[in-house]
């Protein structure tokens, strides 16, 4: 069988510090921005020149939380609540034979910082670290079908649920001056029910928690309802 091997061409920041919570694909939540820093051989801006143009790029990146889990033929995608199976292929799951990822993301422009070229990025499903092997434009005139069929997710998942903050906990968020959206960003992940299927199943309060950028976040779920109870500042 052919190998071949494959250069990382920058590193993900994200908000996203965990597999938790992430959104099951881009698009969802806008305010999910985070920069690729370009790696040392492609720090230049001769690689770049003209992507200013594009308000969309592609980007393969590696599964490296998951990588080394393996894969198998069959699947069971949350989306189906967890209790179908269909083909790995047949689905965006991270068990790959190859565990390659592929995101659509909005470019918000061009940076360097500290010497570092990066491309500021938003509407990620990506964890914070992830490697990226391959960065090409988006191309409306190819790449949107307007008329594809989606199988079984035809369309975006449910933004039912509702969510509340205690007042503690919001005007916490209105003091993080650096993340001025940060409020808005918890509501579009919590509306997303980042739970695993078989928890959605039980009835009762139940207590969870996540890390985005340095906070941690718990909330309590009842029904359909977050309430957002308790959120600090890990240390940097
Ligand atoms: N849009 C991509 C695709 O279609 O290939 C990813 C889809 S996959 C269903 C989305 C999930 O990948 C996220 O919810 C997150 O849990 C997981 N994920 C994101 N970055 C990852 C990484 N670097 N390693 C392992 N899992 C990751």
Not at 59 to 75: I, N, Q, R, Y
Not at 126 to 139: A, C, R, S
């Amino acid at each position: 069988m052919a190998a071949y091997q494959f250069n990382v061409v920058g590193y993900i920041q994200s908000p996203y510090k965990q597999k938790f919570a992430i959104p099951r694909q881009p698009g969802l939540i806008a305010e999910a921005t985070g920069y690729l820093v370009l790696e040392n051989e492609y720090n230049d801006e001769a690689i770049l020149r003209g992507i200013d143009s594009f308000s969309h790029l592609w980007l393969l990146f590696v599964f490296h939380e998951t990588a080394d889990k393996g894969w198998s033929p069959m699947v069971r995608p949350p989306r189906l609540g967890g209790n179908a199976r269909k083909g790995v292929f047949a689905t965006r799951a991270t068990f790959r034979p190859n565990p390659i990822g592929l995101s659509v993301v909005k470019l918000d422009g061009v940076e360097r910082k500290n010497g570092k070229l990066m491309l500021k990025i938003s509407g990620i499903d990506l964890l914070d670290g992830t490697p990226v092997i391959d960065i090409k434009p988006y191309l409306p005139y190819s790449d949107a079908l307007p008329n594809a069929a989606g199988g079984f997710a035809d369309a975006a998942p449910s933004t039912a649920m509702t969510v509340s903050f205690t007042e503690t906990a919001s005007i916490f968020c209105q003091q993080q001056i650096q993340y001025p959206d940060l409020q808005l960003f918890i509501e579009k992940v919590l509306k997303q029910d980042p739970r695993p299927s078989y928890k959605k199943q039980r009835d009762g309060e139940q207590s969870y928690g996540m890390t985005l950028y340095n906070y941690n976040i718990k909330w309590t779920v009842n029904g359909e309802h977050n309430h957002v109870t308790e959120i600090h500042q890990l240390p940097e």
